[in-house]
């Protein structure tokens, strides 16, 4: 049994079985449960949901946040990836894979090119970087076969560890080097074989609005748009202009013209939708727009998501999606986060500043013990 704020879980089918076998089963249930809700509802975080459209996100954090239970064993609380960081950026996937750790995930791993993976590895020793994306530049004088082998390569490293990540995060920092890009896509084809969820954003957005059919009726798959990306997603996907005077409805009709995948439009209020429902996240906040915030965000998501997936065998689990559930905590936290930063920092905030706070943030709302 793992007792949670307000929420107790049973677990033992997950003790239970070898790694493998339960993590094949878990992906399934969490897909069948993400594909048709539960049937039971938690009465009080159902009411907060269901009365309005802001979502009560200290609840939601409260609801899917596990305790820190001493018979859990490393990963069990998430193992991440993030797809992303290249020659130009460093910054974004490191923010989104420290900010995974410090919100409580066990593992984070970052796949980068090789030139960025020795820059991101000196920023911390808490992650696991793999130097094995390639950039144009480094195969240009290869054949289309040697350039083909060297995709192969690619895949092949990423393919060894899928099966292990709760969670990955496609973009930060990728940049939009057509050979990666590639890659890219191909990582996103892997997932959807493992039914592992991924959160796309940055250039992984990028990517995926000129190939929608890349996340199309994928229900693991969370989009976390800023300004831009939005507008480029309402314009490829819808043919018209964002209508800020329809925001939700046209975030509801976008997200069911993808069949359905999660979207989290970031901005001044966070709005979150599947196409069916439609949720805002307005708490807390900060004035300061400095880059990296989107990054925390992303990093957030794949680890609340990923908890909130083993809420599914809990008789009383939230109706919700965990996919909503998710995209709910990581908004609230990150913005509280921000706002406590800026209390400390004020114009001088820095991404930094915000992960920093993180973890305070997280415990004013859900005490470790
Ligand atoms: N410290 C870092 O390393 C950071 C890196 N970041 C990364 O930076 C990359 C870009 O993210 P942004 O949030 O700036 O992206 P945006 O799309 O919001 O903006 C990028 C800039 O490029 C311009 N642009 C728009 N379409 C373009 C196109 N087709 N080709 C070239 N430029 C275009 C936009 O006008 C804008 O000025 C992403 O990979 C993101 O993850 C950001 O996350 C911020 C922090
Ligand atoms: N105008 C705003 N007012 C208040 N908060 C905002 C506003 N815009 C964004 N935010 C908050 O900042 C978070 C990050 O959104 P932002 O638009 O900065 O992402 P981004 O551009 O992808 O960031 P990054 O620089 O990491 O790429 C959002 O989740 C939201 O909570
Ligand atoms: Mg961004």
Redesign the pocket.
Known sequence: MLVRHGVISTLGQLTSHSPSSSTVIRRQQFLVRTLCGSRTYLPKLTRAMSSTSEADAESVLRTVTPSLDPKRHKGQAGKIAVI?GCR????????AAISALKIGADLSHVFCTKDAAPVIKSYSPELIVHPVLEESYTISQFSEEEKRKVQDKVIGEVDKWMERFDCLVI??????DPFLLECASKIMLLAKKFNVPFVV???G??LVTNSIDLVNSYPLAVLTP????YK?LVQRVLNCEVDEENAEDQLRSLAKQIGGVTILRKGKSDLISNGEIVKSVSIYGSPRRC??Q??ILSGGVAVFLSWAQQLKSDPESPSESPVILGCIAASGLLRKAASLAFTKHKRSTL?SDIIECLGESLEEICPAS
């Not at 130009?88 to 923010?95: I, K, L, R, V």
């Not at 973009?171 to 939009?176: A, E, I, K, T």
Request: proline share 7%; net charge negative.
């Open positions: 992303g130009e950026y460093t910054g974004a996937p490191y923010f973009g930060p920092g990728l940049g939009r954003d940055g250039d957005l990028f800023n300004v831009n990306e480029r880059g990296g989107g990054d991404t």
